[in-house]
């Protein structure tokens, strides 16, 4: 989950204050009250970043401005798999391989 907030917040990460943090990214954990709870991943102040490690934080609601969940389209990656497999196929194809499997020429005789 991305959030960008609307108006700058203060959280703690690991004991330590980040001041005018403006944007998290990370895991939803719960709405609690009047709060979101996340277990972010990183926070964004100004134009630093702040690895926060799956630390949890609590962003008042007031500040939220834009919430953008990340989700998986079965679809759409199964679509990509099986672009991956034939695209594969093809090449290993192309670069000769998957010869027969009877009978092969096999390497020339040993000459003594």
């Known amino acids: 989950m ?3 907030l609307r ?3 203060r959280l703690q990460l690991s004991g330590v204050a980040v001041d005018n943090v403006t944007g998290a990214h990370g ?5 609690a009250q009047d709060t979101l ?3 972010a991943t990183w926070l ?3 134009r630093a ?3 926060a490690s799956g630390e949890t934080v609590t962003i008042p609601r007031a500040n939220l401005g834009r919430l953008e969940r990340k989700t998986v389209s079965l679809p759409r990656s ?4 099986g672009v991956a497999v034939v695209g594969s196929a093809v090449l290993y194809g192309a670069m000769g391989g998957g010869g027969s499997s009877g009978g092969g020429s096999g390497p020339p005789p040993i000459q003594r």
Not at 27 to 31: A, K, N, Q, T
Not at 78 to 81: I, V
């Open 7 to 9: 108006q700058p917040v």
């Open 49 to 51: 970043e702040y690895k």
């Open 2 to 4: 991305r959030v960008e």
């Open 37 to 39: 709870v996340l277990s």
């Open 27 to 31: 895991e939803f954990v719960e709405w």
């Open 44 to 46: 964004r102040a100004g």
């Open 78 to 81: 199964l679509g990509l798999a």
